[in-house]
């Protein structure tokens, strides 16, 4: 009886806790780790990035908004934690794990997976995180797939300039020499976010369409 009164107690307990105090807590120890494993990349200074400086600040960013969500927690409070499925966390973990073996040579015991680059790593990265929820529908995933792995290229390969594999070791070896990396990555980006854009717009317009065939069929009724 006191095992079973200890642990009932102890739910409970838990399920008093605020959802944004977890969460913030959450996201606290989330910045914290982030900042410990880039602590062996040199940062540069803002003239001269270098590779750990977008990763030192934004997980001091992220470390700062679950600060400031914890404290929003204790002092509103709101709805306390409820149980989860282990179908989200599990899911997320293998799209991080799939997105760090295809990214560059991994090497798995004797097999050594191929580079493939962010433009491979990235799209399947998303749409395999995407699918932690029930409610995923593929066409979407690929949609923001592309069109985040368009603006990743960008924003890390051509703005920031930093050494992100970008494309597949076997298409860097055959085009080098005859097109710049520079054109190659831009070309690349604009080709995905068009067929992104494309995608878009073709989803839009079957939605719409379906919705006419509705409300036709409703007024001949």
Known sequence: ????????????????????????????????????????????????????????????????????????????????????????????????????????????GPITTPGLGLIVAGPLAVILAGYASPEARFRELVILALLLTAGCMLLFGDLLNLPIPLFPTALIEAASGTVSSRVLLRLTAGALALAGLGLLLLLRRSARRGGTDVARHSMTG
Request: proline share 5%.
């Open 1 to 108: 009886m006191s095992d079973r009164s200890s642990g009932a107690g102890s739910g409970h307990a838990l399920s008093r806790v605020p959802q944004n105090v977890a969460a913030g807590l959450g996201l606290v120890l989330l910045g914290m780790s982030g900042v410990w494993a880039a602590g062996d990349l040199s940062r540069g200074t803002l003239g001269a990035m270098g590779p750990g400086m977008l990763p030192h600040w934004v997980a001091i960013g992220v470390a700062a908004c679950g600060v400031l969500l914890a404290a929003t927690g204790f002092v509103r409070g709101g709805a306390g934690l409820q149980t989860f499925g282990l179908r989200g966390p599990i899911v997320v973990v293998l799209a991080i794990l799939a997105f760090a073996a295809t990214i560059r040579p991994t090497a798995l």
